[in-house]
């Protein structure tokens, strides 16, 4: 193995670290209170949806994912302090 192997390689470690990571703070993969594997699949399947979506943010608007969790929250505070009984458009 010569250097630029080692550094491809510690390159893709570390981007896999990153996506380990997001999934663990973002979108709190660990969170789930449910015993029954259906429910746990389905927090699962959420988080990396979620994770997906802050990654798509991120690609398209050229910020970081916390930046782009921020945003998504903030947003989503300020249309229900407008209209509290409104549904949100994500539901």
């Known amino acids: 193995m010569d250097y630029s192997d080692r550094k491809n390689l510690q390159a893709i470690c570390w981007s896999i670290e990153n996506y380990h990571r997001a999934l663990k703070e973002l979108c709190c993969i ?10 746990q ?16 943010v991120n690609q398209q608007q050229d910020i970081t994912i916390y930046r782009a969790k921020w945003e998504i929250q903030s947003n989503a505070i300020a249309e229900y302090l407008t209209d509290p009984n409104m549904r949100s458009n994500f539901f």
């Open 41 to 56: 699949r389905n927090h699962i399947n959420c988080s990396i949806r979620a994770y997906i979506r802050l990654e798509a």
């Open 30 to 39: 660990e969170d789930c209170k449910v015993r029954k594997a259906a429910g």
